[in-house]
Nanobody
Framework: QVQLAQSGGGLAEPGGSMRLSCSAS???????MYWFRQAPGKQRELVAN???????TVVDSLKGRFTAHRDGTINTMHLQMNSLKPEDTAVYYC?????????WGKGTLVTVSS
C-alpha cells in the first residue's frame, strides 16, 4: 500500500512563487509520480510527471513557470511554481501508480490572489 504525503500550498500573490512537495512511502520500488490539479468547476488535469531515473516533464501550457523535479530521495518530488497567476488557483494532487493501482495524495489548496 503506497501512501502519499503532500506538503506546501496556501495563499500566494499574483507573480509570487510556491513550492509543493510529495513523498511516497510503503514501497521499495522507484515509482513514477505525477502532479495533477483541479480548479474550481473544472476537471482534474495533469501538471507534471517525474521519475527517479529520468527527466521530469511539465505540460506545455505551464512550461516556463512551473518546474518539477526529484531531489534524490527515493520517491520524493517537488513542484516549483513561479510567476503565479490567479488561474493557477486549484487543489494540487500528488499521484503515483504501482502494479496497476493508482494512489492519490489528499490534495493541497493553492490560492493565488491579491
Amino acid at each position: 500500500q503506497v501512501q502519499l504525503a503532500q506538503s506546501g500550498g496556501g495563499l500566494a500573490e499574483p507573480g509570487g512563487s510556491m513550492r509543493l512537495s510529495c513523498s511516497a512511502s510503503g514501497t521499495i520500488f522507484h515509482i513514477p509520480m505525477y502532479w495533477f490539479r483541479q480548479a474550481p468547476g473544472k476537471q482534474r488535469e495533469l501538471v507534471a510527471n517525474t521519475t527517479d531515473e529520468g527527466p521530469s516533464t511539465v505540460v506545455d501550457s505551464l512550461k516556463g513557470r512551473f518546474t518539477a523535479h526529484r531531489d534524490g530521495t527515493i520517491n520524493t518530488m517537488h513542484l516549483q511554481m513561479n510567476s503565479l497567476k490567479p488561474e493557477d488557483t486549484a487543489v494540487y494532487y500528488c499521484n503515483a501508480e504501482l502494479f496497476g493501482r493508482t494512489y492519490w495524495g489528499k490534495g493541497t489548496l493553492v490560492t493565488v490572489s491579491s
